[in-house]
């Protein structure tokens, strides 16, 4: 453990010049007393680096020094790949490797590169999870991922609705979605995803399992999403809708939904509305995602549709009229 921060602390000075002992610190997770250790550690090794005292001082290596320690190694390479998501990566066990791989990298490159690096990384944050989303609690996530990392066949219980079922799962993938966790794994003859929240054991069966040469993660994810998607739009009702207003559409129906009804719209009446279906999991949902519209908005059909806006509205109006 001491190594590798001895490292991050030797590609810091590289690549940051003079920094204060505070600072680094502060980016080690360490106090300053262990940062004028490791300091000295450096030294008796034969790094040029030295301390200046004072306001202005700061801890800095000889002018011209360069480390040849800027090669990654396997795991470092793999985590570069998830650089846009430090939470990602944190979550994969990969965070301190993660941001050692950064330092290697930012120290190989030119000076006018590694400024363009560091202004872009201090102007641009990608936060994958949606608004007023909570992160599941993932507790074998690490046993998942290094199941994934070496190819190795996992003993699972998973929670369902209903009942609690044991599998052994041969993991391909990990996907996030919206910042939940999802397994793709071969179980048996057929490639399924499983929310990783609703792993509630995970072991090593202690075998190894050989991944399939032709095996496209990010195909086969986005064919399972859109034909889950599609799956889930179980009831349809005929709709009209003032073309004023069929953008609010999107406020509570499904994507997939609104783009097969936006296909689906006949050609603008004489009083700008259109005609389309709109499709989802249940009367209920379908009900709640027109009512945002409001009077720019007519179902047509199913009749138990329409009954169920115009008692809804009744009991607005009832609500409101004081």
Known sequence: ??????????????????????????ELEVSVRTVYRDIDALSAAGVPVYSEPGRAGGVQLVAGYRTRLTGLNADEA??????????????????????????????ALPPELRGRA?????RVH???????????????????????????????????????????LDPLGLVMKAGTWYLVAMGGDAIRSYRVSRILAAEPTGE??????????????????????????????RCRIATTHLRMLRLM??????????????EPDADGWVELT??????????????????????????????KLAETAARMHDLYRG
């Open 253 to 266: 129906n499904e994507p997939a939904a609104v783009t097969a009804a936006l296909a689906s719209a006949s």
């Open 126 to 168: 990608i936060d994958a999870p949606g608004w007023f989303h909570r992160p599941d609690e993932t507790p074998t996530l690490n046993t998942v991922a290094d199941a994934l990392w070496h190819d190795r066949r996992l003993a699972v219980r998973y929670g369902r609705k209903d009942k609690v079922v044991d599998r052994h």
């Open 118 to 122: 560091t202004r872009i990384a201090e």
């Open 1 to 26: 453990m001491r190594a590798s921060r001895l490292v991050q602390l030797l590609l810091m000075l590289q690549t940051r010049g003079r920094v204060t002992a505070g600072e680094l610190a502060k």
């Open 278 to 307: 709109l499709s989802s999991e249940s009367y209920d949902v379908l009900t709640h995602g027109l009512l945002p519209l409001g009077e720019y908005a007519e179902v047509l059909e199913p009749p138990h549709v329409r009954a």
């Open 78 to 107: 793999d985590a570069v790949l998830l650089a846009g998501l430090p939470g990602a990566a944190a979550d994969l066990g990969l965070g301190t490797v993660l941001a050692t791989a950064q330092l290697k990298v930012l120290a």
């Open 208 to 237: 190894s399992f050989d991944r399939p040469a032709d095996f496209d993660l990010a195909a086969h994810w986005s064919s399972a999403a859109d034909d889950f998607a599609q799956s889930m739009l179980r009831v349809h009702a």
